[in-house]
């Protein structure tokens, strides 16, 4: 039946299993990993979808964008003042409503990373024990100051000045080279990425990695997806974590031992219709006149951002 309800919706809780309670239906870990890798599915196609439509950025020959993602990312590393970081990001967010991408889905992901990888990180280093300077934010007050060989915890321990600043810096630095990455990549169809690399003499060995290790994200989700659908049809009631636990082990075992048969398969595929180590890529066109233009553009508001003086 088209509108028939899953059978895990349907299934009574047994003892050890998550119940339902006033806040609704409880989803067991696998399920959520079921569901993430069911995500990883759908931003690929979310990827190529806005990669096919026909706006500004999305026409920009993948070589130029390629360059211009590297050359973005060194100035973004570079500069050491937060107003041109803040101008970079304004930057950035104007190219991506160019592109007509889905900005609330676009910086949820942006932020989640510059809040884990640049915020979270960093975050120690802003108390004085790290960074010394003026404390702008006492936390905790210490009978004395204490020594340990070449460190020392001072009596009164706060948030520095300098330590803020840090922190707010290297989460910019983090926010703005993953947002230059999303964009690109999702503007960019995979292929033309890699015919891109390929032209700017990336290593064919890199590339390769590259391609199998992209393609085989999205066989291996699809083949945990099959396996636990299967497994939710076969079982008369929900799982007990022990159970689920083992099914879970058993899961990745298989797995490893398929892997390992699929790249020995693949490879010797590859052997037997000729491949050698060398890549080859077909239908690469001349950068038009647009490309040029832009690809001027670019460099010149880099370099603009490079030489202002923005204290």
Known sequence: MGNSIPSFLLERPSGNSPRLGKEGLKISLIEKGIHRLGDVIKTAYIQWETASKDHFFQRIDARVKVLFLLFFVVIVSLKKEILPEVTIGAFILVLSLLARLNILDLYKRVLFCGFIFGFLIALPSAFNVITRGEILVPVLHLPRAYHFWIYEIPKEIGVTKAGLYGV????????NSVALSLLVLYTTPFTEIIKALKALRVPDSFLM???LSYQ?????????????????????????????????????????????????????????RGFSDTIRIAGVRKLS????????????????????DWK
């Open 289 to 308: 006149a647009r490309d040029w233009v832009t690809g001027a553009s670019f460099l010149i508001i880099g370099v603009i951002f490079i030489l202002m």
């Open 168 to 175: 707010m810096m290297l989460t910019l630095r983090v926010t």
């Open 216 to 272: 085989y994200i999205f066989i291996f989700a699809k083949t945990v997806e099959e396996m636990h659908l299967a497994k939710k049809g076969r079982s008369m009631g929900s799982l007990t974590n022990a159970e689920a636990r083992k099914w879970a082990t058993g899961r990745i075992a298989f797995l490893f031992r398929k892997s390992s048969l699929k790249c020995e398969e693949v490879f010797k595929a590859m052997v037997s």
């Open 209 to 211: 990695i590259i391609t």
